[in-house]
């Protein structure tokens, strides 16, 4: 066993797995996950294959966030006894929406050394390649998936001045860039990162109203980082005016400037952020409601379709 593994009690090591490609193991990881007592993983049957890529044989146990109120105690008392344990998630870094941070402090309030190996992430990798602020940023993860936690999160955000860095799977990503187009507005600057590290690795740099048109048009698929950029008071101020329209008024206001009916509606779309059956259903539904009004109310837009 190597010195790092050689403390009288056991120690924790937190190793970085790839996001996707495998060079992207490190040379220490291997070699240490190579001379520890157990890996506690969180999916061992997905370890299992990364871990014979690398010829790696050391037992593997169960660790995730449906059995760490029982295991994590378990692993504790392990290395209370001298073994050293590797927590792995299924790709990055554990901890990082994933299972990993709530051993480490058990660990820690146990008196258990605790050292990372480090290497892939997707928020980070991410990051670094967006083309925006890196010097301040703030890391969410997932978005609560719904109701009142997604809503108070994204109003407590709108104006916070860092970059802003997501997690996201792909079924969810229109939902989650229209959600984010209300909280933010769709002028902001923003970046999806794809794939990261695999064979259709893409960054889609564009501001979010496009990117949510962008997704309209071209199916999500694989995994989703997606980065903001900060609030900024100026960009802000200069977008407002013609993003307090609503759908109706701007196809309205387009037309007057003499746009096409259709084009009028893409460009409504695009410059609000919502997608084209958003403007079409925003002008159906004015016009219902007209319908239903008194005749003398009945002002509303030019009909969906372009035509009287
Ligand atoms: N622990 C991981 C890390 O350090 O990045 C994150 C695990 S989290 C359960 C999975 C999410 O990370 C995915 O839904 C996606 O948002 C992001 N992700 C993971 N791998 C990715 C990749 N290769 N490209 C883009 N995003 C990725």
Do not use: W
């Amino acid at each position: 066993m190597s010195e790092e593994c050689n403390n009288k009690i056991g120690m924790l090591y937190l190793s970085a797995t790839p996001i996707g490609n495998l060079e992207d193991m490190t040379y220490r990881s291997v070699r240490i996950l190579g001379e520890a007592d157990l890996i506690a993983a969180e999916d061992t049957r997905h370890s299992r294959k990364l871990l014979s890529h690398f010829d790696i044989h050391t037992p593997l146990t169960s660790y995730h966030e449906h059995n760490k109120l029982e295991k994590g105690p378990e692993l504790v008392e392990k290395m209370l006894a001298g073994d050293t344990i590797v927590c792995i998630s299924d790709a990055g870094l554990p901890g990082i929406s994933d299972p990993g941070a709530h051993l480490a402090m058990l660990a820690i309030e146990a008196g258990i050394n605790v050292s990372p190996l480090p290497g892939a992430n997707a928020a980070l990798s991410a990051l670094i390649c967006s083309g925006l602020d890196t010097t301040a940023f703030t890391f969410y993860g997932f978005l609560p998936r719904t109701g009142k936690k997604r809503r108070e999160l994204l109003e407590r955000i709108k104006q916070s001045p860092e970059t802003l860095i997501f997690y996201e799977a792909p079924h969810h990503l229109k939902g989650t860039l229209s959600d984010l187009i209300k909280a933010l507005g769709p002028q902001r600057r923003a970046v999806t990162a794809r794939e990261l590290t695999k064979t259709f690795e893409e960054f889609n740099r564009r501001t979010l109203g496009e990117l949510a048109g962008y997704y309209d048009e071209h199916d999500p698929k694989g995994e989703f980082v997606i980065i903001i950029e900060g609030f900024d008071a100026e960009n802000e101020v200069a977008a407002e005016p013609e993003q307090q329209l609503s759908p109706v008024e701007m196809v309205a206001r387009l037309e007057a400037e003499g746009m096409g009916h259709k084009d009028a509606m893409r460009e409504t779309a695009k410059k609000l952020g919502i997608s084209r059956r958003d403007v079409y259903q925003a002008l159906l539904n004015t016009s219902s409601t007209a319908l239903t009004e008194p005749a003398s109310h009945c002002s509303g837009p030019p009909s969906p379709e372009g035509k009287a």
